[in-house]
C-alpha cells in the first residue's frame, strides 16, 4: 500500500512540475536533474548503505520505494526548488531556499524513517544532511557551468541573468 502511494506522489509531483511554468532554461534543467540523479546515488549507496549509517530492510516493495526517492523525487525536489531559487534577486532569500532545500530533504529521509524504508544509525542521521548538500552543491555548479557556456554560446535566456 505504501508503495501505491509513493508511486501516486510521485506521478502527481512530476505532473505539477512539468505543467507549470518553469523560471528556468531546459539545459539548466537537465544539468541540474542529471547532475543530482549522478551524485545522489553513488553518495546514497556507499556513504549512507556500505558504511552502515543506514540499514535497509529486505524488502522489495521498500527497495522500489528507496530507488523512487533517490532517482526521481530527490533530484525532482531539487530542481522544483532551484527553479525558483534561481530566478531571485537577492542573496540572502536565495541562500534561504537552499536551507529550505535542505531541510525539506532532511524531512523526506525523517519520512522514510519512520515509514520504515531505512532505518537510521545515530551517526547516520547526523550526517545525512550533509551528505544530501552534496548534490545541492553539484547542481548549483553545474547550473553555473551551463550558465556559462550558453553565455558562451550567445543563448540569453532570461534566468541567466541573475
Partial sequence: MLLIGVIAFAVLSLTAFWIRPKHIHLF????IWF???AVNSPIYSFFLVNKQWI???DNKELAIIRILYTVLLCPLIITWILDKSLSVKHAVLRYLCYLMTLAVLFLAGFALHV???IRFS???????TPFKAIP???AL???RCIRYLMRKDGIYYESTKF
Fill in 35 to 37: 547532475s543530482v540523479t
Fill in 28 to 31: 539548466e534543467l537537465l544539468a
Fill in 122 to 128: 545515530s551517526v547516520g542521521m547526523f550526517w545525512y
Fill in 141 to 143: 555548479l553545474s547550473v
Fill in 55 to 57: 540499514t535497509v530492510p
Fill in 136 to 138: 545541492l552543491i553539484i
Fill in 115 to 117: 515509514l520504515g524504508v
